[in-house]
């Protein structure tokens, strides 16, 4: 079993920063790309941004300049820094991760979310 944890989110001020963490923990042989989408009330789930093992980076237009995404390899860890932070990016952030399991099964595996809100 595999599952991701994520931490971090809260109020914030607009102009504010925050840093999401999201941990992978289970019978894992080794994880791929690792990503952060985000869902804000009565809107779809997007992209924000995700890295591959590589640390290659790919972000929405939205939040290029603002938002930086890393991992720590040998943590299982995905971070995502956000400065600038104004209202609109209010939503619940959901960590993401293609994970290679010790039973050689390939899993799309969500984190429960985090929410983060900011106030203007």
């Known amino acids: 079993q595999v599952q991701l944890v994520e931490s971090g989110g809260g109020l914030v001020q607009a102009g504010g920063s925050l840093r999401l963490s999201c941990t992978a923990s289970?019978?894992?042989?080794?994880?791929?790309?690792m990503g952060w989408y985000r869902q804000a009330p009565g809107k779809q789930r997007e992209l924000v941004a995700t890295?591959?093992?590589?640390?290659?980076?790919n972000y929405a237009d939205s939040v290029k300049g603002r938002f930086t995404i890393s991992r720590d390899n040998a943590k299982n860890t995905v971070y995502l820094q956000m400065n600038s932070l104004k209202p609109d990016d209010t939503a619940v952030y959901f960590c993401?991760?293609?994970?290679?399991?010790?039973?050689?099964?390939?899993?799309?595996?969500w984190g429960q979310g985090t929410l983060v809100t900011v106030s203007s």
């Open positions: 890295i591959t093992s590589g640390r290659s980076t």
């Open positions: 993401n991760a293609d994970i290679l399991a010790t039973t050689r099964a390939y899993l799309a595996v």
């Open positions: 289970g019978s894992i042989f080794s994880i791929n790309a």
